[in-house]
């Protein structure tokens, strides 16, 4: 249906009670995979590629290959960058036609990480691309950014007012006892915070760190004012299982199509369970 901005397919999540599920991908198989689950649930969602992706697969083939999946289906479609600190690679995306980037400044000083974030969203601008940034940091590991888990780490409401609004960005990933990858004990979340920061802004609320989160965390989340809910690691660790094990029962195939469509399928899978969770079923705006 359509290749949109972060801004336009968050638009209305948070008054209608749901989430849009942003999910990382790394090949074809998983970005295909993502969009045939969400296509069958008829659901907005969010194609996510971290610098480490982009590189691994190209720029300009990341965002034509995403724009063309986004093309040949009735839903709408974005193409975000995740978490990148390097500015060049940035530019280099929304060039190319990315809809979204995230400028991930969060361990940087509160004045170095407005800066830099405002610097995104004026380049944004000149093509309409959304940008999200990050206050507070999320643990955990996310490729290179890995972060150590403590309260400290936790968004502080009072900064979120001048970030907003000297920055320009059109979603905001906020820590609240998220972090990246799977989680050693079940996370504490900070629900509480969530309402608070929804109500200093109106802009959309992203919660980082997805994978492991139970139904019901998610659930409260979204109740609280989340519109952006990341999964990423669940969707890495479906495509190796899978792999993994289809080639293990095949071990003479052929045709290489034969191992990578059932890795398609479980993303697939794995893509529409998360969507009945967020609610965002049949919410095509
Ligand atoms: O930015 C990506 C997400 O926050 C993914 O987190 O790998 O823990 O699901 P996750
Ligand atoms: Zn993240």
Do not use: W
């Not at 600190?85 to 004045?111: P, Q, R, W």
């Amino acid at each position: 249906m359509a290749y949109v901005t972060l801004k336009e397919i968050l638009r209305g999540a948070r008054e209608n009670g749901y989430g849009v599920g942003a999910f990382n991908f790394n090949s074809y198989e998983d970005a295909q995979g993502i969009i045939n689950g969400a296509a069958e649930k008829k659901a907005p969602v969010i194609l996510m590629a971290s610098a480490g992706a982009v590189k691994y697969i190209g720029v300009k083939q990341t965002a034509y290959m995403v724009k063309g999946m986004a093309e040949s289906v009735d839903i709408p479609v974005c193409l975000h960058l995740d978490h990148a600190t390097s500015m060049d690679l940035i530019k280099a995306c929304i060039d190319a036609g990315f809809t979204s980037v995230m400028i991930d400044a969060s361990k940087k000083a509160y004045e170095e990480n407005i800066r830099e974030s405002a610097l995104v969203a004026r380049y944004a601008g000149k093509t309409g691309c959304s940008v999200e940034a990050e206050l507070g940091r999320v643990g955990g590991k996310e490729e290179d950014v890995i972060v150590k888990e403590g309260k400290d780490t936790y968004t502080n409401p009072n900064d979120v007012p001048r970030f907003v609004k000297e920055t320009g960005i059109d979603a905001l990933a906020i820590a609240f006892g998220t972090a990246h990858g799977f989680y050693k004990k079940e996370p504490n979340l900070d629900f509480e915070l969530i309402k608070t920061v929804a109500g200093i802004t109106d802009i959309p609320l992203v919660m980082h760190g997805g994978t492991g989160v139970p139904p019901e965390g998610f659930k409260k989340a979204i109740a609280s004012g989340i519109s952006k809910v990341n999964v990423g690691t669940e969707l890495k660790a479906t495509y190796v299982n899978t792999l993994r094990d289809v080639v293990k029962k095949n071990p003479n195939e052929a045709d290489p199509r034969n191992y990578l469509k059932a890795v398609k399928e479980q993303c697939a899978e794995v893509v529409k369970g998360k969507i009945d969770i967020f609610g965002c079923a049949d919410k095509i705006v």
